[in-house]
């Protein structure tokens, strides 16, 4: 049984999507419906830059659904290859759940993309520039994390962000306290601790005004029945009903990604093929979580190409 997974912030680059839009109408039409459902030409920073505006939480989270979605609809308009049909489930990392959402028709295209700009700006305002951080904690498990998080926190806030693999951990929260957290890393026998080149510390209770927004937004937004069932982060268990999955989108932004025990879950139900559309960053975690997964990224025409043969 195949998951197909979404990529989450992080993944975006100059030159995305301009290879899938040369080639295909059908990824053209996704970039011109999210442009025009936004209000600008957001195509046109993920194809030609500043790299600073693509950076920008509110420009990176829409642009990296787009070029996600892009891809899936090549693979399926080009390729004949249905997600419906050839997947069993779905799951993204932190914004790729809205991605995969999108994927399995429980938000439309528009709708997600004013969804993740929305995001971006309650993310982003959340907390004042310079007083937020995360960090990735390299050669950490959730064990050793969590204490360091704990112990760093003192008055201020250190939380486990994204349990993203066995060897990888983020921290997110007041700069102050992860920076302690970076000098003590050694202390919890984690190889090093990295700050991470992001405007907001995500997925902490710092983020709880972005979370009361994204409540009253998503209140307000209609949320189709999936077409698979999808394996949500702060969970890491599988979702069939539109309404729970309204209020775990909600928990989200200030909960842990569970990546990790997300791949856990899904293969304890039987996935043993996982798909990621739209980046290389899922498929490598998938492969360090279980060395058994079939993981496989399909970014370029020739990737879907590859794909569709075998499939």
């Known amino acids: 049984m195949r998951a197909f997974v979404f990529p989450g912030q992080g993944s975006q680059k100059v030159g995305m999507g301009v290879e899938l839009a040369a080639a295909s109408a059908a990824a053209r039409e996704v970039f011109e419906e999210v442009d025009e459902a936004l209000g600008q030409k957001l195509s046109a920073i993920m194809a030609e830059?500043?790299?600073?505006?693509l950076t920008l939480t509110e420009n990176a989270q829409p642009a990296i659904m787009a070029?996600?979605?892009?891809?899936?609809?090549?693979?399926?308009?080009?390729?004949?290859?249905?997600?419906?049909d050839k997947g069993a489930c779905v799951a993204g990392h932190s914004l790729g759940e809205y991605t995969a959402l999108c994927a399995v028709g429980a938000f439309d295209l528009?709708?997600?993309?004013?969804l993740l700009k929305l995001r971006g700006q309650a993310m982003q305002a959340a907390v004042p520039v310079g007083e937020g951080a995360m960090a990735a904690l390299l050669g950490a498990d959730i064990d050793k994390a969590s204490e360091l998080a704990a112990k760093a926190s003192e008055q201020d806030i250190c939380?486990?962000?994204n349990d993203n693999d066995p060897t990888q951990v983020v921290i997110s929260g007041h700069k102050s306290a992860i920076e302690r957290a970076i000098a003590m890393v050694k202390d919890y026998g984690i190889k090093r601790g990295v700050l991470l080149p992001v405007s907001a510390?995500?997925?902490?209770?710092?983020?709880?005004?972005?979370?009361?927004?994204?409540?009253?937004?998503?209140?307000?937004?209609?949320?189709?029945?999936?077409?698979?069932?999808?394996?949500?982060?702060v969970t890491a268990a599988k979702v069939t009903d539109p309404e729970e999955e309204r209020a775990l989108l909600v928990e989200q932004v200030t909960g842990r990604v569970r990546?990790?025990?997300?791949?856990?879950a899904m293969r304890a139900d039987g996935i043993?093929?996982?798909v990621e559309l739209g980046g290389k960053v899922l498929g490598p975690m998938i492969g360090k979580i279980d060395r058994e997964a079939e993981a496989t990224s399909l970014i370029s025409?020739?990737?879907l190409e590859e794909f569709a043969k075998t499939r």
């Open 49 to 53: 830059g500043p790299e600073d505006q």
């Open 201 to 233: 510390p995500f997925h902490c209770t710092l983020m709880q005004p972005a979370a009361d927004r994204m409540a009253e937004a998503l209140a307000d937004t209609t949320m189709n029945a999936f077409a698979l069932p999808l394996f949500a982060n």
């Open 301 to 303: 025409m020739d990737d």
């Open 110 to 114: 528009a709708t997600t993309a004013r």
């Open 159 to 161: 939380e486990v962000a």
């Open 259 to 264: 990546w990790r025990e997300s791949v856990m």
């Open 67 to 84: 070029n996600a979605i892009a891809t899936l609809r090549v693979l399926e308009r080009e390729f004949g290859v249905m997600l419906a």
């Open 272 to 274: 043993d093929s996982f």
